[in-house]
């Protein structure tokens, strides 16, 4: 048996390629990757930075300025901001615009360094290793980071801890439709449906209402959540991004934006 690694319920199996397996939980929806592989940092490197996010800086960073748009009515007018998972700091570049104290963190070196050399403070441990003052941060944001980590709950309650009361943690990650999921269980047999799916990479598919089980605490509240379009890339001549585009055009893979408030004591 199966159990959700969340919620703690008994989960079934629903796609399955090659050494892959991906299980659904029955209580919360909540879909992962089983067993859960070791450390993805390799991917993350100079090439896959230069492919994905340095040669469409600006239209990633329009990406995220629409992004602002929705969430600047959740957050005060300026303050300390916490990114995680910063990559090149396209969103570190927005919010410094915006007048906001910031500080990001990421494991990948070239990342580390990429942002240095811009001139922020960026910190290079996993979140929950991270020794800052508790109560001290308006806000952190994760965006499309929190499918990608072995233990996504430890994330959440770091930066629960880091919050300042009635602080935002701001969260972007992927959403696959059960469509996608059914799609990739019967093209299985080509032996690249794992791709539509960004396995091993990403390890949760989370859905709203794994969400609504995750934020189920006094000390949290979900102030707003829905399921919103994902950058696309351009250059449709590459295999590969063609591929991954596909799923966002029909709109059977878009993100879930997620922002959680901490109470005020």
Same mark, same amino acid.
């Given at each position: 048996m ?7 319920n ?7 390629? =090659? $050494?892959?397996r991906?299980?659904?939980? =029955?209580?919360?929806t ?8 070791e450390s993805?940092?390799k991917?993350?490197?100079?090439t ?8 469409y ?16 009515k959740f957050?005060?007018d300026?303050g300390t901001?916490?990114? *995680? ?6 969103f ?9 104290? &910031?500080?990001?963190?990421? *494991? ?9 050399? $811009?001139?922020y ?16 941060i308006y806000?952190?944001?994760?965006f499309d ?12 309650e ?8 009635a602080? &935002? ?7 696959h439709?059960?469509f996608i999921f059914?799609?990739? =269980?019967?093209?299985a047999f080509?032996?690249?449906? $794992?791709?539509l799916?960004?396995v091993p ?7 709203p209402q794994?969400?609504k089980n995750?934020i189920r605490?006094?000390e ?5 959540l ?5 950058f696309? $890339? ?18 059977i893979?878009?993100?879930?934006l997620?922002i959680?408030k901490?109470?005020?004591?």
């Amino acid at each position: 048996m199966i159990y959700c690694p969340i919620c703690k319920n008994e989960s079934i199996l629903i796609w399955q390629e =090659k $050494k892959y397996r991906v299980y659904r939980c =029955k209580n919360c929806t909540l879909s992962f990757l089983y067993p859960i592989p070791e450390s993805s940092l390799k991917i993350y490197n100079e090439t896959y930075f230069n492919n994905w996010y340095i040669k469409y800086y600006d239209e990633r960073k329009k990406h995220f300025e629409k992004l602002w748009g929705k969430i600047e009515k959740f957050i005060p007018d300026k303050g300390t901001l916490l990114d *995680i998972g910063c990559g090149i700091g396209i969103f570190l570049d927005i919010a410094r615009e915006k007048k906001w104290n &910031v500080y990001g963190q990421d *494991i990948s070196s070239f990342s580390i360094d990429y942002c240095r050399n $811009k001139g922020y403070i960026i910190y290079d441990k996993p979140l929950p290793e991270l020794n800052l003052p508790e109560n001290s941060i308006y806000v952190i944001t994760m965006f499309d980071v929190l499918a990608h980590l072995q233990n996504p709950m430890e994330y959440i309650e770091k930066a629960k801890r880091l919050l300042k009361p009635a602080g &935002v943690l701001i969260i972007k990650t992927p959403f696959h439709s059960r469509f996608i999921f059914s799609l990739t =269980k019967l093209l299985a047999f080509t032996g690249k449906s $794992k791709t539509l799916l960004h396995v091993p990479a990403q390890i949760y598919h989370f859905t709203p209402q794994s969400f609504k089980n995750i934020i189920r605490s006094e000390e949290l509240s979900l102030l707003y959540l829905e399921k919103t379009q994902d950058f696309l $890339k351009i250059g449709f001549k590459n295999p590969k991004i063609l591929l991954s585009n596909i799923p966002k055009l029909i709109k059977i893979e878009q993100s879930l934006l997620v922002i959680i408030k901490k109470q005020k004591k």
